[in-house]
């Protein structure tokens, strides 16, 4: 009587190197190009450049924090950059009303999206990639009919602090981005939908056995991550200071699967590593950061977030068990 | 006591069956004349409202215009339909076209052929990655997206050249040149449209494509090589992408770098909205001419409307395609669930 | 005899932990329709991958037409003659019918082109010869699954098979088709094709079959004419029951309850699913431990998905607790105080990357939650409780649940739904799988349930163990119900003469 079962003696180095990488691999990867940059990078220390490090990586971190729960529960959402435009698209047209109501709207407008695609997933039973698919073609479109093709300055003063201003030397867009963060972290590890999000994205079948709102499950996270994708093109509009939906948001959809991705959340589902996620975004935006820094232009810099997302898919792929 | 009962036969349930053979019949008919009929009432309704729009002239600029897309479209049909997706057929049609422009200093066969050996590599690795290691042809070729383009920055100092051909080159007739007033690029497209409907009704490469996507597993016990095909078929993609690249150098006499961004939506979509299945095993290449060609009428339709935004197009599309797979889904729900 | 044209001697294959097959012979002659069977965990699939090719023996040596052959993969197998016919039609399924037949040895013309006018006029003539007239441009899935079947069967033919291996080649067709099938495997060994038969369902081996080999345990119990056996001796080889064998007490952990005649919780009544249940009726009261028997296939799992919702019902109702359940969906009847433990313990039960503890907790966590925000201290209460009383043996509640042991699993799964404080507890095959020790302790807390006052369900292909736990016992064969045994008729003898009996209709 055995209680647990044996692992092949041959392959365990292997096994055990590459659960290594998984885990472990992108907190490794952060701090090695954090220590290269001190060493190499001049300036890397200094405040401006650590904040401009962070305010830019922020939006992409908000909108991974949802991909990475809808990649947990063994889906994928293409249309979050469309998202951010339509977001940004929306915000001129309310923001005479007050900034309340204008981001409302805007948060709402993307819950709606997720609503869509997590009714064309749960309910109708599309691929995740189709569903998300046709609002990545359309949604950036609508948005563009919305400003009318037209790049709009943002005048209202609570929108515009909240893209440059900070508490206590900290940018609101940053802190933004830590406290949710933390919360989707909560989330997924301390509450019921959590943690019914991680079985239904591990074992569907199963958890439709065990009784578990599948469909409820799947259409809410398909929905939070629309809304965390509107935030964040509501934040990268303030920053800007004008709504341009033509280039919020544009690839993000890329961006965010690949910080997801390198941080160690398997595409096919059943667990999501929150910390894994920020710590992937940080390690592309470092990356991009020391590349540009070093003179190496955009083209290597593209190429090589090419190289590093096939590398962590195929490091993931390890995990799978067929 | 114990107590034996036999049962009568299983009752026959005819209804359902009747439902669902009407299903399948209604399921075959707007598969195979969905997109054509849309595609003749669009043209219909268009050419009533719009007098500019039922001209030769018109007719012959919504030809020109597709033909490139259609190119593409025609190889992401094929990888459609073996149950994949090309996310790079974008950046690959960019890069094409900047090779094209660049390699035409030394006269029309290497501008036809360099940026066609790079294309069919970049198509072939994909293909390597995605038969051989498993990993999911969305996120491959989401990286073959990013690594063309950058490529494409690369051979043009980060975007700033924009090469240009030569002004006498015999290169240019390619995308130039008409004939009995219609554009080269049409008949090429016709051409490969032809060929591509051949390679897949009538070839055991096609048949292998039909079954490698209607269910691997069963592909794979019946002695299909499905790695082997699953390669070609990306080769094949990166190959007609990087052509369809070359052509539209020709035609813009440059190699123009922003070109190609969103591309790939606009191919799968007309390749679904052609009628072929997104999650592969069926699809026709007529099917993806007429997706191609709806798309085409669209645009100049809301060209013709002059006051509407040209974003217009991308929210139909993306109508077109929600409906298109939906219909698709409720209407083919017994077929991907046999049992 | 003639030359047999498969050789199977002493054939063996180990797993780890399980001996599969234990030096297992056959010989098939040309001609001949040869039965295979034995329950689940016999070693049918495993002789049958070793033939195809997709496992290679670990002892022993298959001979075909007269030389050792050993196949790497499934492909030369094919090649070789030997063709597999599998429960699922393994054809695509939107292909045409042609297409299907020829595929990857099309017939080609002109420029190496397919010549799509030869080959339908060809698949028309190949399936006109198996008695199917359909248009073979129609695309396959277009057909009843008897047809496709069929296909499959003309397209193994068509490469010139010797073998043609049929696994449960019935088991989703209609009567019609299933006269047809037959007529073509009759004439297909009239032409000196060797068939390997593989069926749950007695009649047609009967109807079928000139032989038959029977195995049980990875072991060759018995090969001899069909014919010379009746089906009561067959069935008691296949679970290896002795006929005459005097009822055994006290082997399992089960004793006798007496429900008496309290009254049922559930009622069970024309339960209706579309080829798999043909109006099953039943009740059972709190208590007691109603077993469903019946060989593989006979629609045991199905009845117990169709009463929890899992299994789309066709018709009949289910009242618990005297309500009727209107939607039944697996929530739905959780609510009512239903839990099942479903059969596949892999893909419906276990969620492998959560840990034990989650694992317990899964189904009971908006009870073990305050405001949507789970309370840890709750959940560790509880899983603690039941890893003690059921004894889960695992380094820590935190260990992931797919490095425990089968029995360990199946454990963790029980505390999943006792910590939901059920009424009505559906066991299916709760104890396949699983090693003695844990065995017998999942058997003790059946008892021990009923004993509380639980209604439990008992799905077991194990007779013993059926015998021996229910106290009454529901027969079903072909998905219906064909006998009912209560009281001191709960023996092995009596379920067996109600599955031997002939099918009134065939």
Sequence with gaps: MTDTTAVPAASVDRARLARWAQDYGVYAAVAALVLFNIAFTDNFLQTATLRTQLVQVAPVVIAALGMAMVIGSEGVDLSVGSVMALAAAVLPLYIGYGFWPAVLVALLVGALVGVVNGTLVAVVGLQPIVATLALLVGGRGLALVFADGQLKGITNPTLLELGTGELLGVPYTVLIAGVLALVIGFVVRGTVYGRQLVAVGGNRAASALAGLPVKRVLIGTYALCAVLAALAGVLATARLGASDPSAIGNLMELSAITAVVVGGTPLSGGSIRVLGTVAGALLMQLVRAMLINHDLPDSSAQMIQAAIILAAVYIARERRTR | MSQILTTPAAPAHPAPVERELRRERLAGLAQRHGAPAVLVLAVLVASVLFPAFPTAENANGIAIQSSFLAIVALGMTFVIITGGIDLSVGSVFALGGVLAAYASQWGPVPALLLPLAVCGAIGLLQGLLIAKTGMAPFIVTLAGLLGARGLLLAVTDEGSTTYLVPKDSAFLEFGQGTFLGIGYPVYLAVLLFVLGAVLLQRTRYGQAVFAVGGSPDAAALMGLPVARIRVLTYLLSGLLAGFAGVLNASRLSSGVTILGVGMELDAIAAVVIGGTLLVGGAGSISGTLCGVLLLGVIQNVINQIGTLNSSYQSVVSGLFLILVVVVQTFLGRRRRRPR | ?506
Aim: net charge neutral; with cysteine; glycine share 10%.
């Design chain 3, 1 to 506: 005899m003639t030359e047999p044209v498969l050789d199977v001697r002493g054939v063996s294959k180990r797993f780890p932990g399980v001996l599969a097959l234990d030096d297992v012979s056959l010989t098939v002659a040309p001609g001949e329709v040869h039965a295979l069977v034995g329950e689940n965990g016999a070693g049918k699939s495993t002789l049958i991958k070793i033939l195809t090719g997709v496992y290679r023996p670990d002892a022993g040596q298959v001979h075909y037409l007269g030389q050792p052959v050993g196949f790497g993969r499934p492909l030369d197998a094919q090649a070789a003659g030997i063709s597999t016919i599998y429960q699922e039609v393994n054809l695509v399924p939107l292909m045409s019918v042609a297409r299907n037949l020829f595929l990857g040895r099309e017939p080609r013309g002109r420029f190496g082109l397919i010549d799509t006018a030869r080959m339908n006029r060809e698949a028309g003539e190949v399936l006109a010869r198996f008695g199917i007239t359909v248009d073979p441009r129609l695309p396959l899935h277009s057909l009843g699954l008897g047809a496709q079947q069929m296909v499959a069967l003309a397209r193994a033919v068509a490469v010139d098979a010797k073998v043609v291996i049929m696994d449960e080649p019935t088991s989703s067709l209609e009567p019609r088709e299933v006269e047809t099938l037959f007529r073509v495997v009759r004439e297909l060994s009239g032409r000196g094709i060797a068939i390997i038969y593989v069926s749950h369902r007695l009649d047609e081996l009967y109807q079928l079959c000139d032989r038959v080999t029977v195995l049980r345990d990875g072991r060759r119990v018995h090969t001899g004419e069909l014919a010379q056996l009746d089906r009561l001796s067959l069935i008691s080889l296949m679970l290896g029951r002795d006929v005459a064998d005097v009822r055994r007490h006290g082997l399992t952990g089960f004793s006798a309850h007496d429900a008496g005649d309290v009254e049922p919780i559930l009622r069970v009544r024309d339960l209706t699913v579309r080829h798999q249940l043909h109006g099953v009726s039943f009740d059972v009261r709190p208590g007691e431990v109603t077993g469903l028997g019946g060989l593989l296939g006979s629609g045991r799992s199905e009845t117990a998905k169709a009463v929890v919702g899992a299994l789309g019902a066709d018709g009949g109702t289910v009242d618990m607790a005297g309500r009727r359940l209107k939607r039944r969906t697996p929530a739905g009847a959780i609510r009512a105080g239903m839990a099942m433990l479903p059969e596949d313990r892999k893909a419906e039960g276990i969620i492998p990357g959560l840990s034990v503890r989650e694992n317990i907790v899964l189904a009971a966590l908006p009870r073990l939650s305050r405001f949507g925000v789970v309370s840890r201290a709750r959940q560790d209460r509880v899983v603690e409780t039941f890893m003690k009383r059921l004894r889960i043996k695992a380094a820590s509640p935190e260990q992931k649940v797919s490095e425990l042991s089968g029995g360990n699993q199946q454990k963790v799964l029980l505390a999943r739904w006792l910590c939901l404080n059920p009424r009505l507890l559906l066991l299916d095959e709760p104890t396949r799988g699983i090693d003695v020790g844990a065995k017998a302790e999942v058997q003790a807390l059946i008892d021990e349930l009923a004993a509380e006052g639980l209604a439990v369900v008992l799905i077991s292909s194990d007779l013993e163990e059926l015998v021996e736990g229910a106290d009454r016992i529901v027969v079903l064969r072909a998905g219906a119900v064909v006998g009912e045994l209560s009281g001191d008729d709960v023996t092995e003898d009596n379920i067996m003469a109600a599955l031997a009996q002939e099918a009134a209709h065939d």
